[in-house]
């Protein structure tokens, strides 16, 4: 069992920036990937973005793509997400989570946290 605790939500004006951090209670090293997803009130969860165990590989959703940046850090079993230039259409609550094997971009991941809201005033 993995737990994966995210923090660095908040209400923040189009624009502006947030990263958000996912801790993982067990070495991150050992996930194959690691993955940030979210769901905005009424829609279902969708992907963001993910990485590769050794961080060498990293996937966007196209409306995400060159705004955010995801990173992890192996020694600190913590993964980021920095995400610039927000626009209200990015309010949501984000997910961290990952997988044993391979580097999906669907939601097929094997532990997710509890999430962290993210709002964008226009």
């Known amino acids: 069992q993995v737990h994966l605790v995210e923090s660095g939500g908040g209400l923040v004006q189009a624009g502006a920036s947030l990263r958000l951090s996912c801790a993982a209670s067990r070495r991150t090293s050992r996930m194959s990937a690691m993955g940030w997803f979210r769901q905005a009130p009424g829609k279902e969860r969708e992907f963001v973005a993910a990485?590769?165990?050794?961080?060498?590989?990293?996937y966007y959703a196209d409306s995400v793509k060159g705004r955010f940046t995801i990173s992890r850090d192996n020694a600190k079993n913590t993964v980021y997400l920095q995400m610039d230039n927000l626009k209200s259409e990015d309010t949501a609550v984000y997910y961290c989570?990952?997988?044993?094997?391979?580097?999906?971009?669907?939601?097929?991941?094997?532990?997710w946290g509890q999430g962290t809201h993210v709002t964008v005033s226009s």
């Open positions: 990485i590769s165990s050794g961080g060498g590989r990293t």
């Open positions: 989570a990952a997988r044993n094997s391979g580097v999906p971009v669907t939601t097929d991941y094997d532990y």
